[in-house]
């Protein structure tokens, strides 16, 4: 058996009946990552001899976890104690965080194995890791195509089998939409579900932690492992949570799903199109009720998330000023250091994002574009109010297209930035969507279908998302690598 192949849930199940030894998964997956990761370029870093010392202490050990012996990949701007944490920028090389992240942390408690840390945009910023500052991520499904962004590193390892499942992160789409170009399950939780201690902040208020996996039963189990309040995380709720595996079984007969007109748009790819109308009746035939519901703000999404995304980006991003993280340029004074530092440090995309936010907000704009989105994201967060007043969850496209080529979009970030046009508005809801695959394009391309639910209501998601994935077998495809 190829063990590298396997999902998380399963592997857990071949482990407890001890017909697989961890060592087992992890010979085989980082024998998968040596023969394949020269061509895919998932991993920033590996922890190789980490992972085998862990195996072996986690063996003599009597913790006992949900995930005992399961090696995980970790998107590299989740800070894990000792190990170089890059955000892809240079501005972060060498910076070793001297403190683990409470997603980690609690892996860490539930006995998983960290393999290595993943690639992305440059902090987070992009929609197909070639804003990277180390290289290229390419898609498993076709290596000439982007794995999507910004944690395309993440999905494309676990589309490739280069471990049994990842961690992103999603300010904008960065979890779902690369799921979506990669064909595998990626799923954003409402905002606060999971802490952000320890996540390298992009946009505060929009950031969210979330699992990437090889199928829906595993994104909830790893959700279960990182759910919950963090005192070191303001944002985070003290919500009890419940087990997210607990109803995936559960029929979806009598669930009223909304379809949302505004999704359905100009640009958007017929084969798409096509396979989002199949998945719908799918859902149809399980007994769900299909509804049409209108989010009439849709169309102003894009343009508000880019004035408080980058807004909070400015801001956060002050901090990087050479003298306490990574990188630091020479200067003749303490200013021009800072200011050289900044220069060579952060790549095009951070600096565009840097300068559009300052504007945002500078005195005689911040009325008229952060206040002004601010208001937007109100009316945004409302829609979403008033359609699941009618329906439990809501399906959508992820993406308006399957994967795009290398270089396509490089030159014209507009493009780019539109690509995110289907997931941008949950985060600035602050609900939960899961992007699981619903079909291939004629080219061989995964396509991603969205279920998003009400805030606090991931159950409901994966349970949809699980009967939907249930009666397909879209989740058993693999690339040909
Ligand atoms: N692609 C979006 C952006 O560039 C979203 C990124 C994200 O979710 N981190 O901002």
């Not at 003298?323 to 050289?340: C, H, P, Q, S, T």
């Not at 270089?407 to 508005?425: E, N």
Request: glycine share 10%; net charge negative.
């Amino acid at each position: 058996m190829e063990l590298f192949r396997l999902g998380i849930s399963e592997a857990l199940h071949l482990l407890d009946k001890g017909e697989i030894s961890s060592r087992d998964i992890l010979d085989s997956v980082f024998s998968r990552i040596e023969a394949l990761d020269d061509r895919v370029g998932a991993f920033i870093s590996l922890a190789r001899d980490q992972a085998y010392d862990r195996m072996e202490y986690l063996k003599v050990s009597e913790e006992r976890g949900l995930l005992s012996g399961i090696p995980l990949a970790i998107k590299d701007n989740i800070c894990i104690k000792g190990i170089e944490t890059t955000c892809a920028s240079k501005m972060l090389k060498g910076f070793i965080p001297p403190y683990e992240s409470s997603v980690t942390e609690r892996l860490l408690q539930d006995g998983y194995i960290l393999l290595g840390k993943t690639n992305l945009d440059e902090f987070a910023m992009g929609s197909s890791t070639e804003n990277s500052g180390c290289f290229v991520t390419h898609n498993p499904w076709d290596l000439d195509r982007v794995p999507g962004g910004s944690s395309g590193g993440s999905a494309a390892a676990v589309a490739a089998d280069e471990c049994l499942g990842a961690l992103g992160s999603d300010t904008g789409g960065s979890i779902r939409q690369p799921a979506a170009f990669c064909g595998v399950v990626g799923f954003k939780p409402t905002y606060g579900r999971v802490s952000r201690y320890g996540l390298v902040a992009f946009a505060s208020s929009l950031d969210q932690i979330g699992p990437i996996t090889k199928n829906v039963r595993d994104a909830a189990l790893l959700l279960n492992v990182i759910s919950g309040h963090d005192p070191r995380d303001s944002t985070s709720v003290s919500l009890e949570v419940p087990d997210f595996t607990a109803g995936l079984d559960r029929e979806i007969r009598g669930l009223k799903i909304g379809v949302p007109k505004e999704y359905f748009i100009e640009g958007l790819d017929p084969e798409v199109e096509q396979g989002i109308k199949d998945a719908i009746g799918v859902l149809e035939r399980l007994g769900a009720e299909i509804v049409e519901v209108s989010l009439p703000h849709t169309g102003y999404a894009v343009a508000t998330y880019y004035i408080l995304a980058t807004s909070e980006a400015s801001s956060n991003l002050a901090r990087f000023d050479g003298v306490k993280y990574g990188f630091r340029a020479d200067g003749k004074d303490l200013i021009d250091m800072y200011m050289e530092t900044r220069a060579q440090g952060f790549g095009p995309e951070v600096k565009r994002r840097i300068m559009l936010g300052t504007y945002a907000l500078s005195a005689g704009y911040y009325d008229a574009y952060y206040k002004k989105a601010q208001q937007v994201r109100t009316l945004i967060k409302l829609d979403f109010e008033e359609a699941f007043k009618k329906v439990d969850v809501i399906v959508t496209p992820t993406t308006p297209t399957a994967a795009f080529r290398i270089g396509d979009k490089v030159s014209d970030p507009l493009q780019m930035y539109l690509s995110d046009i289907f997931t941008i508005s949950i985060n600035l809801a602050g609900v939960p969507a899961l992007s699981s695959p619903c079909g291939y394009t004629s080219e061989g391309l995964p396509v991603g279908l969205q279920v998003i639910g009400k805030h606090f209501d991931e159950e409901t998601v994966l349970r949809v998302s699980h009967a939907y994935e249930q009666s397909t077998d879209w989740h058993t495809k693999r690339p040909g690598l």
